[in-house]
């Protein structure tokens, strides 16, 4: 019994450690109050998919959902602090508590909310499209059966274009390997989300030698993320995604970073600018 008691008592203190190892650490199930307490909104947003998440010359990462992290940040008073992940491992840092919201370009899945609360209404929405070398003389998604495709691991779409349309996905953690990769002669085009894509096309060593000659597929949500059961962080932010809305933040937001406003984002700030509530 002593033995039992002892071990319990030593797996309990560890436990304990643990969690105050990681100072400064997410605690999402806390919710608003605590991430008042903390002072500081920890977010998880994309720092290689540009305009949406990216790196400038400093490092620092910026793009139009750190912009929206900003205006949550500056509604509940704290400072915000922004952690980069990846499209493999997002959902696992909300879950781990590493971070309390993700704004990291997630699209609107049903296996995804079973894990995750989602953030309704959906802030963003997007075409899945290919980035092709100007030469490459594709005009129809049927004719990239049997063609390799640099895709990004984790990309909800990857098996549906795999299966539609015949071609060889080739997958790579984030998007600069694949885009690497497709420089490199490796595959024929890499396959994303449109946005993204059309913001690549702004840097010039893409614009002169690649395009985007299809017309997009798979329109998906996209949505924002707290830990299950963080109701306080839930309700504050959904009031917010609503206010952007209204105010049409999302569409300024979209201009601001060189892309077109989505059909999505345009039909929302019509639905809320004259909303009474």
């Known amino acids: 019994m002593r033995h039992t008691i002892r071990t319990f008592l030593t797996l309990g203190a560890l436990a304990v450690a643990s969690a105050l190892a990681v100072p400064g650490q997410a605690s999402a199930a806390d919710g608003v109050d605590a991430i008042k307490q903390r002072g500081t909104l920890i977010v998880g947003v994309k720092a290689d998919y540009k305009p949406f998440g990216f790196r400038d010359p400093s490092g620092t990462i910026i793009g139009l959902e750190p912009d929206l992290a900003a205006d949550l940040a500056k509604r509940l008073g704290v400072k915000l602090e922004l952690v980069p992940v990846v499209s493999a491992n997002r959902i696992e840092f909300l879950q781990q508590g590493k971070v309390d919201l993700l704004i990291a370009t997630l699209s609107d899945k049903p296996e ?130 609503k206010d952007w809305m209204k105010t049409g933040f999302v569409v300024a937001g979209e201009r601001k970073w060189g892309i077109e406003p989505t059909a999505y984002s345009k039909a929302m700030h019509e639905k809320y600018k004259n909303a009474t509530n």
């Open 112 to 241: 995804r909310r079973r894990v995750v609360q989602a953030i309704d209404p959906q802030y963003y929405s997007d075409f899945v499209n290919v980035l092709l070398p100007k030469t490459s003389g594709i005009t129809d998604w049927a004719q990239l059966k049997g063609k390799p495709l640099c895709a990004t691991s984790g990309a909800w779409y990857n098996k549906d274009v795999a299966r539609t349309y015949g071609a060889e996905i080739v997958a790579f953690d984030g998007s600069e390997k694949p885009l690497f990769a497709l420089k490199q002669g490796n595959c024929l085009g890499y396959v994303y989300d449109q946005s993204m894509l059309q913001g690549k096309l702004l840097d010039d060593d893409w614009k002169s030698g690649y395009a985007l000659p299809l017309k997009g597929i798979l329109d998906a949500p996209w949505i924002m993320a707290v830990a299950q059961g963080n109701t306080t962080l839930q309700t504050m932010v959904e009031a917010a995604t």
